[in-house]
């Protein structure tokens, strides 16, 4: 892939283990990032800091992609398809602001896509769909033992249960799309 070409996507659909594990295994991303955004408190939040929910940060993941392979409105289908977007600053088990479902955007060409996005959605679930817009602020990394966690820990418990689904309704609704 040409990394001059490439371009990024900055989403949050509950905890971050589960929207990594569902792009690394999409065609035309070159990396998948988990870390924190969305949030007030100054300087780098931890882990357990976000998890108190008094941040406001959201668990999201940054996804590097070559739009020649994979185009923006695809990453957002693909994020809407993959994770409830009709639960309030919940998935699954998983509750409070920092598992809110989000798409942040970086420019304005993203913010127009992810609109048009999040209109046709409408169509495909009962309730109403909750997902934010927001424009993109500091982005913090994750701490390291989050990167690439399914991939480390597939045999875990959370992995086979709430994961391994995912995956499994990725493979179902975007075959063509994947690796």
Sequence with gaps: MDSNKLEVATVGGGCFWCTEAVFQEVKGIHSVVSGYTGGTAPGRPTYREICSGLT?????????FDPTIISYEDILIIFMTTHD???????GADTGTQYRSVIY????EQKKIAQVVLSEMKAVYEDPIVTELTPLGIFYDAEEYHQDYYK???????????????????RKLH???LL
């Design 56 to 64: 406001g940060h959201a668990e999201v993941v940054q996804v590097t």
């Design 85 to 91: 977007p009709t639960t309030l600053n919940r998935q």
């Design 175 to 177: 075959a063509e799309k």
């Design 152 to 170: 480390n820990n597939s045999e875990q418990g959370y992995c086979q249960v709430v994961i391994n689904p995912k995956l499994a309704k990725l």
């Design 105 to 108: 955007y970086h420019n304005h």
